[in-house]
């Protein structure tokens, strides 16, 4: 449940630094108190899934996520550059959550 618990945080981070865009540096009211709201539900849930997850491993994943996330948002939502460096690196990524997540019972 907690591996669950850890990747809906993930998702919460993509949301705050997706919003982080929006705000426009924190001046638009909505996307900033969404952004918040985002950033205190995805630590919120990271604490949780830290209880008994590996604070390293729950850490990293929990970054993983968020990294990928909001590439892959970058590139659909603001047009951001896609090159095959990118998607490799961003696989790399992905396989070394996924090895985190093999190396835990």
Known sequence: MNWEILLVAGLFEIGWAIGLKYTE?????????????????????????????????????????????????????????VSVARLLSLALILAGIVGLKLSIP
């Open 25 to 81: 540096g924190f001046s638009r009211l909505w996307p900033t108190v969404g952004t918040i709201l985002s950033m205190i539900i995805s630590v919120g849930l990271l604490g949780v899934a830290m209880k008994t997850l590996p604070t390293g491993t729950a850490y990293a994943v929990w970054v993983g996520v968020g990294a990928i996330g909001t590439a892959i948002l970058g590139i659909l939502l603001f047009g951001e550059p």
